[in-house]
């Protein structure tokens, strides 16, 4: 496990296309979301003990916001042959224990991470309703192995802002967890360029 920070892409960047395969066999694309009041897309995985620590609120927070025109989508771009907890059976398990209602889609080639300039799990943007990225960065300060309440509060703040279309703060503070794992030789340059390895 190596402790990495979100790229931080640059605000008003219009959400990258995808189109990738869910838990449940069916293809998800991008345009499934559009006419919703904003979209959070999670990089996530799950091995990770910062993935592990957040899932409840992660399954909370896009309980509470769903209803209110919010999606939601996971996508799991781990390399599952060197990590085969990170594969699409074992994500079917995961999301049925953790009680997640939205998508958990399967990046093989990890070409949408590397469009998201995702960098490690969780990894977490919000766009908006035009799908201009208006958020990027922590859940909440809790981490594991702390007494920091496990709250969703950065983004659920970024989400009500959304809702009530307000501007969202520009100061926003990554997110932390562990690097995702690059099929060899398919490192990005961005993530090259964080003097990671492994």
């Known amino acids: 496990m190596v402790r990495t920070a979100s790229t931080m892409l640059a605000l008003g960047t219009k959400a990258p296309s995808f189109k990738l395969k869910n838990i449940d066999g069916q293809f998800v694309s991008l345009s499934d979301f559009q006419g919703k009041q904003g979209l959070v897309v999670i990089f996530m995985c799950n091995h990770c003990p910062y ?5 409840p609120e992660l399954a909370r927070i896009s309980k509470d916001y769903m209803p209110q025109g919010i999606g939601f989508v996971g996508v799991s771009s781990n390399d599952s042959d060197a990590y085969p907890d990170d594969g699409p059976v074992k994500m079917a398990e995961e999301a049925a224990i953790r009680g997640y209602t939205f998508p958990y889609l399967f990046d093989e080639d990890q070409s949408v991470a590397i469009a998201y300039n995702a960098a490690c799990t969780p990894d977490i943007f919000l766009f908006d309703s035009e799908l201009k990225l208006v958020y990027r960065g922590q859940l909440d300060d809790s981490r594991p192995k702390t007494d920091r309440p496990l709250t969703g509060e950065d983004l659920r703040d970024a989400l009500d802002c959304v809702l009530n279309h307000q501007p969202i703060p520009s100061e926003q503070r990554p997110s932390i967890g562990c690097n995702i ?6 490192e990005p340059d961005y993530f090259n360029a964080l003097g990671i390895s492994g």
């Not at 794992?181 to 398919?186: E, I, R």
Request: glycine share 10%.
């Open 181 to 186: 794992k690059w099929k060899p030789g398919a």
């Open 51 to 55: 993935v592990k620590h957040v899932a």
